[in-house]
């Protein structure tokens, strides 16, 4: 069922979905050398015992990204996969920091990545929309010159992000950066309490002014964060095959998903870095639903509220809403 009704994806890396294969052919095509002969072999490498691990290896393979049509393959590549397990609308991070720094153009980037979904939205009826990312274990000032450098392209981006190493890296070091971006009329998230303390989260609700919390596992330390979250229908979008494959978790069943569902939180399911983590949203919730046994209202819920969860109008919302709760009735679940 969950992978047969319609859904959203919140938390999905672009360059998170670089798989072994592809990768080897922008090496071929673009002159890149790898470490990797094979897929199987890049696979191989994939074990990961925390964030910097999986960063070190996820960084090398992007090298291979260099022109717009690579881009443009990348993302095309996705939504094609994202569509065939439900997915009708996805709001995609994307990090220009990890390729200005290496010479390819912010441009040949994001117009790659918008002419795929450009593409998508015509042929395929799939929505979606941008997140520009900035990587905090870089400079507030290479931050600002990156969102400078998106203005020009703010008909393309919806929001702004935050992701990479956590931890020593506290959101208010860019809260200079995320009041611009808000002014000039980007939504805000961020990665925030992934591997760091509940402050972490506390800084970038109240600093940064994020409209939702990507990942947020240690937040659930902190009574009085979970009870704003909760109160306030503050977004979290979890991502179960990459918590357990950077070691967050040992397995699924210790993450909360069930306790969020439970406090009723607008608590979603979604897929990260699917290259390297083994699973796109499907296995993902198919993770979560035998972890924790699910129902049908449960599951029913995760996917109501990765469209509750979404920048979409609030009228194209509901009316997703709506098709989800039609197509749940017609199989015999409300």
Same mark, same amino acid.
């Not at 992007?62 to 990348?74: H, N, P, S």
């Not at 994307?94 to 450009?118: M, N, Y």
């Not at 509220?305 to 009228?315: C, T």
């Given at each position: 069922? =969950?992978?047969? $009704? +319609?859904?959203?994806?919140?938390?999905?890396?672009?360059?998170?979905?670089?798989?072994?294969?592809?990768?080897?052919?922008?090496?071929?095509?673009?002159?890149?050398?790898?470490?990797?002969?094979? +897929?199987?072999?890049?696979? @191989?490498?994939?074990?990961?015992?925390?964030?910097?691990? /999986?960063?070190?290896?996820?960084?090398?393979?992007?090298?291979?990204?260099?022109?717009?049509?690579?881009?443009?393959?990348?993302?095309?590549?996705?939504?094609?996969?994202?569509?065939?397990?439900?997915?009708?609308?996805?709001?995609?991070?994307?990090?220009?920091?990890?390729?200005?720094?290496?010479?390819?153009?912010?441009?040949?980037?994001?117009?790659?990545?918008?002419?795929? $979904?450009?593409?998508?939205?015509?042929?395929?009826?799939?929505?979606?929309?941008?997140?520009?990312?900035?990587?905090?274990?870089?400079?507030?000032?290479?931050?600002?010159?990156?969102?400078?450098?998106?203005?020009?392209?703010?008909?393309?981006?919806?929001?702004?992000?935050?992701?990479?190493?956590?931890?020593?890296?506290?959101?208010?070091?860019?809260? =200079?950066?995320?009041?611009?971006?808000?002014?000039?009329? /980007?939504?805000?998230?961020?990665?925030?309490?992934?591997? @760091?303390?509940?402050?972490?989260?506390?800084?970038?609700?109240?600093?940064?002014?994020? *409209?939702?919390?990507?990942?947020?596992?240690?937040?659930?330390?902190?009574?009085?964060?979970?009870?704003?979250?909760? *109160?306030?229908?503050?977004?979290?979008? /979890?991502? +179960?095959?990459?918590? #357990?494959?950077?070691?967050?978790?040992?397995?699924?069943?210790?993450?909360?998903?069930?306790?969020?569902?439970?406090?009723?939180?607008? @608590?979603? #399911?979604?897929?990260?870095? +699917?290259?390297?983590?083994?699973?796109?949203?499907?296995?993902?919730?198919?993770?979560?639903?035998?972890? /924790?046994?699910?129902?049908?209202?449960? #599951?029913?819920?995760?996917?109501?509220?990765?469209?509750? @969860?979404?920048?979409?109008?609030?009228?194209?919302? =509901?009316?997703?809403?709506?098709?989800?709760?039609?197509?749940?009735?017609?199989?015999?679940?409300?």
């Amino acid at each position: 069922m =969950a992978r047969s $009704l +319609p859904k959203s994806e919140l938390h999905l890396h672009v360059e998170g979905t670089l798989e072994p294969e592809m990768m080897l052919s922008f090496s071929r095509r673009n002159g890149v050398k790898t470490p990797y002969a094979t +897929p199987e072999e890049a696979r @191989a490498a994939y074990n990961f015992t925390d964030l910097q691990s /999986f960063l070190d290896i996820y960084y090398g393979a992007m090298k291979t990204l260099i022109e717009e049509r690579d881009f443009y393959d990348l993302t095309m590549a996705y939504v094609k996969r994202a569509k065939s397990e439900g997915v009708v609308h996805a709001e995609i991070f994307f990090d220009p920091q990890a390729h200005t720094s290496r010479g390819v153009p912010f441009d040949a980037v994001v117009k790659g990545i918008h002419r795929a $979904l450009e593409d998508a939205r015509g042929n395929l009826g799939f929505s979606s929309s941008l997140i520009m990312c900035f990587l905090r274990d870089m400079s507030s000032e290479s931050a600002m010159e990156t969102l400078e450098q998106a203005l020009k392209h703010k008909a393309w981006i919806k929001s702004v992000g935050m992701d990479s190493k956590e931890l020593g890296n506290p959101p208010g070091k860019f809260s =200079a950066v995320y009041a611009r971006a808000k002014a000039e009329g /980007f939504m805000a998230v961020a990665h925030a309490g992934e591997e @760091a303390p509940p402050e972490y989260v506390w800084e970038a609700l109240d600093s940064l002014k994020i *409209s939702r919390i990507d990942h947020g596992y240690h937040m659930f330390e902190d009574p009085d964060l979970v009870r704003r979250v909760v *109160s306030e229908r503050i977004p979290v979008t /979890f991502c +179960p095959l990459a918590s #357990i494959g950077v070691e967050y978790f040992r397995s699924v069943a210790e993450m909360p998903v069930k306790k969020a569902l439970d406090l009723g939180m607008v @608590a979603c #399911i979604n897929s990260d870095d +699917p290259a390297y983590f083994k699973g796109y949203i499907a296995k993902n919730l198919d993770a979560v639903i035998e972890a /924790f046994s699910l129902g049908e209202r449960e #599951i029913l819920r995760l996917l109501r509220n990765s469209f509750e @969860a979404s920048f979409l109008e609030e009228d194209t919302k =509901a009316a997703q809403i709506g098709k989800l709760t039609a197509l749940a009735a017609e199989m015999g679940t409300d």
